[in-house]
């Protein structure tokens, strides 16, 4: 199987649809990897499957399987076959639905389920089936998000019952999804019917209210049917988004005038101090808006005279002339960078740029708490000041 991958395109709108009464933008899809299973390809990645779970669970010893069972269950966590996700760390570090509820499921078949929860299990093998025996138009699945975790500028789904290419044609899939934002509806995504993977860019959204979840709920409004039955079903739906470049609250950001302030004091406007690499002088520039993100994938990094605690994917710039960061994958793929970022390690050189000096790494800390972290968006320049080190500003690759 190849590695799955999400090729994305720029979002296209077009408007005027009419939904109970309001207009709403129609988004189309990219369309991306196959996710065609003959029933031979189904026995072989759910014996992996079923086998991941039970070491995952400590029923079974990785050690004692076959070597050709040790490469099937290595290539799930790789994110090959039928997984979404491998085990590198992805927006979902810091992101992901804590809850997941829908309208109606269909009962169970054995051990085979229909529940909500199916949907985001990162399993293409299972699928959430609403109850049909009343139709399927207006059932619903709703994701709920905690306050400030990172924004979702897309929405990946994976339509129809994907177990095998028969049950894919046989079921029926959903043709049109209403989404709506805490209830509100805001936008018609148009699900194509083809066996691929399907991305919606949409614009960011995210709750800023630390009382209140964001609830995105997606309705079901048209369908495509099935060979064989009228149920419906899809099998599962992923996000992506902004937001994972951050620090954590008292990290001191070098003003324009040269003080400091703690970065959640920081508002949009201030001015603050960024490197021109073409002249190698600080120069200043202004805040466009402060992010605030719920983070779980931090790290600190100790100097001998200082520490921040970061994300695992931030740039530092290095003597090496490179951006470094813990996780440079996660920042490569995700952010646009005019070089790649290369790997931080211990003994690496950070700039100190109020004193034109590099610091070495002494010691990398993982933090298992998860916090609410800032960050930074410039009108012009690629990084600011933080703790006195020179650390790179994000900017997401697909952006509306």
């Not at 499921?105 to 985001?120: A, R």
Request: proline share 3%; aromatic share 10%.
């Amino acid at each position: 199987m190849t590695k799955r991958t999400y090729i994305l395109t720029i979002l296209i709108l077009t408007w005027g649809l009419s939904v109970s009464g309001q207009n709403l933008p129609t988004i189309q899809p990219t369309i991306s990897y196959s996710n065609e299973y003959t029933k031979a390809d189904q026995t072989v990645w759910q014996k992996a499957l079923d086998q991941l779970s039970k070491i995952n669970s400590g029923d079974i010893d990785y050690e004692k399987l076959s070597k050709k069972d040790r490469i099937m269950v290595d290539s799930l966590e790789m994110g090959y076959g039928p997984m979404t996700q491998g085990a590198g760390c992805s927006w979902y570090c810091g992101g992901g639905p804590y809850k997941i509820t829908s309208s109606s499921y269909l009962k169970h078949e054995g051990k085979i389920t229909y529940l909500p929860d199916n949907i985001h299990d990162f399993d293409l093998f299972t699928a959430w089936v609403p109850d049909n025996s009343n139709g399927v138009i207006g059932k619903k699945i709703n994701f709920h998000f905690k306050p400030f975790s990172p924004r979702i500028n897309e929405i990946i789904i994976w339509n129809g019952y994907i177990k095998n290419s028969e049950l894919w044609k046989a079921n029926s899939r959903v043709a049109k999804f209403k989404m709506l934002v805490n209830g509100k509806p805001t936008a018609i995504l148009e699900l194509k019917d083809v066996n691929k993977t399907l991305s919606f860019k949409i614009n960011p959204i995210q709750s800023t209210d630390s009382t209140k979840d964001l609830i995105l709920t997606l309705e079901i409004l048209e369908v495509y049917k099935g060979t064989k039955y009228d149920d419906v079903a899809v099998s599962e739906i992923n996000f992506d988004g902004l937001d994972v470049h951050c620090f954590v609250a008292g990290i001191q950001i070098t003003m324009a005038d040269n003080s400091t302030k703690n970065i959640e004091q920081i508002a949009k406007g201030d001015f603050v101090m960024t490197f021109d690499n073409t002249t190698n002088k600080l120069v200043k520039t202004q805040v466009s808006e402060l992010i605030q993100a719920r983070h779980s994938n931090l790290i600190k990094l100790k100097f001998s005279d200082r520490e921040i605690i970061t994300t695992d994917d931030h740039p530092f710039w290095t003597a090496d002339k490179n951006w470094a960061s813990l996780n440079p994958t996660k920042s490569n793929n995700n952010y646009d960078q005019d070089t790649d970022v290369k790997q931080l390690v211990v003994g690496d050189k950070i700039f100190v740029a109020s004193e034109n000096k590099f610091i070495d790494v002494i010691d990398i800390e993982k933090i298992a708490d998860e916090q609410i972290t800032f960050t930074l968006e410039l009108t012009t320049g690629n990084n600011f000041i933080a703790n006195g080190l020179l650390v790179k500003t994000e900017k997401p690759k697909w952006t509306n």
